[in-house]
């Protein structure tokens, strides 16, 4: 079910509220006016990011591994060079 947000003009407060779509709450919990309001509220599209998350987990944990190891054999053979 969804999360909305309420707010009540008359004493200030705001409180979310698990309800379905098509249910509303017309009082306030706290003070019980009212004159409440249902907030918008933001949402997310989890489906975007999963979509975009295209890469193996370790793959900067190897690629950077490779990096080095390609790093330390140039280093070796530079020393080789130098003796």
């Not at 309800?19 to 509303?24: D, K, L, N, Q, S």
């Not at 009082?27 to 990011?49: A, G, T, V, W």
Request: glycine share 2%; net charge negative.
């Amino acid at each position: 079910m969804p999360i909305y947000i309420y707010a009540c003009d008359d004493c200030s407060e705001e409180w979310k509220v698990n309800h379905g779509m098509t249910e509303a709450i017309e009082e306030c919990k706290l003070c019980e006016s009212q004159n409440i309001y249902r907030k918008p509220s933001m949402f997310c599209n989890l489906s975007k990011q999963v979509e975009e998350k295209k890469e193996k987990v370790g793959s900067h944990v190897e690629e950077f591994i490779n990096s080095s190891k390609k790093d330390l054999k140039q280093q070796k053979e530079d020393l080789k060079n130098k003796r």
